[in-house]
């Protein structure tokens, strides 16, 4: 039941990512480019799915419990880093050289497009370098180093 | 600045806008899980006891709506002017960078600004700006 509500959110997902144009890279970088011809078509993405996201997290965060039974696994950060900020700085130069972010890339991979494959390869060894660093050098040292 | 008024798709736009907030209403309200692409893509890379199941139908479901887009005989919109060397630097940079910032479009850009995070604000905030920058490093600087 769970993996079924899953599966469905994520093919709703992928349908509005198509149906509003983010899996266009060419609409993507059409928003992004200000000094240029502006396409503000992606405003309205954001509005249309923070209108809808606004009402359920608030109806989540009153929840213990996940209408299937299961814990709610929410955010509890609240403070700005600078991993958080130059992480952020680093993907919006991916996105803004591609057109694409994670999941119209996973779409259009799909799709059958060969660039968002090249794309999706380089995104998930990424993650990789990540996960590796992670476990290699910032986990290491933070076990050492004094407190 | 002029509005380029050929590509502007309000209505299409707002809509598929609805449907993302739907689904990641539906995630978090049916499995208790925020809808971040990269986070559930990097719990895959890691893999937990218990926690791929989940992320696997969710993937399974995004690969399934070019399908169902098909069926429908809606093909799927798409310009990419990038060339393959441009898309594997742009890819390496939104793997390390979602990673490091735990979170891309979806976990902050939506999920985030849904339930007003200081955190997520922060980081749409510089990933929309060095979007805008390296748009404009490349279309009118170069």
New interface residues.
């Given amino acids: 039941m769970k993996a079924l509500a899953a599966f469905l959110a994520g093919l709703v997902f992928g349908l509005g990512l198509i149906v509003s144009g983010m899996t266009d890279p060419g609409k993507v970088i059409g928003f992004l480019d200000f000094a240029g011809d502006w396409d503000p078509s992606l405003a309205f993405v954001m509005a249309g799915a923070i209108l809808v996201g606004f009402f359920a997290f608030m109806i989540a965060h009153r929840r213990t419990r996940s209408f299937l039974g299961g814990a709610m696994h929410l955010p509890h950060r609240s403070d700005v880093d600078h991993r958080l900020v130059g992480g952020s700085l680093v993907f919006g130069i991916g996105w803004g050289l591609a057109g694409f972010c994670p999941g119209p890339a996973l779409v259009s991979f799909a799709a059958g497009e060969e660039k968002a494959a090249i794309f999706v390869a380089a995104m998930l060894i990424g993650m990789l370098v990540y996960a590796a660093a992670e476990r290699f050098i910032h986990e290491p040292r933070r076990r050492t180093s004094p407190r | 600045?002029?509005?380029?008024w050929s590509?502007?798709?309000?209505w299409?736009?707002?809509?598929?806008?609805?449907?993302?907030?739907?689904?990641?209403?539906?995630?978090?309200?049916?499995?208790?899980?925020?809808?971040g692409?990269?986070g559930i893509?990097?719990g895959l890379?890691?893999p937990r006891r218990g926690q791929t199941?989940?992320?696997v139908?969710?993937?399974?479901?995004?690969?399934?709506?070019?399908?169902?887009?098909l069926l429908l005989g809606?093909a799927?919109?798409?310009?990419?002017?990038?060339d393959?060397g441009?898309?594997?630097?742009?890819?390496?940079?939104?793997?390390?960078?979602?990673?490091?910032?735990?979170?891309?479009?979806?976990g902050?850009?939506?999920?985030?600004?849904?339930?007003l995070?200081?955190?997520s604000l922060?980081?749409?905030a510089?990933?929309?700006?060095?979007?805008?920058?390296?748009?404009?490093v490349?279309?009118?600087a170069l």
């Fill in positions: 600045m002029t509005i380029d590509h502007f798709t309000p299409a736009s707002l809509g598929g806008g609805i449907l993302i907030g739907v689904a990641a209403a539906m995630l978090l309200l049916l499995n208790g899980r925020v809808a692409i990269s893509l990097g890379l890691a199941g989940w992320r139908a969710f993937v399974a479901g995004l690969f399934a709506a070019p399908l169902v887009m809606q799927v919109a798409r310009r990419i002017d990038a393959f441009v898309l594997a630097i742009a890819g390496l940079a939104v793997g390390i960078g979602t990673s490091y910032g735990s979170g891309c479009t979806s902050h850009g939506v999920c985030g600004l849904s339930r995070s200081p955190r922060a980081a749409t510089a990933f929309m700006l060095a979007g805008m920058a390296t748009v404009f490349v279309r009118h």
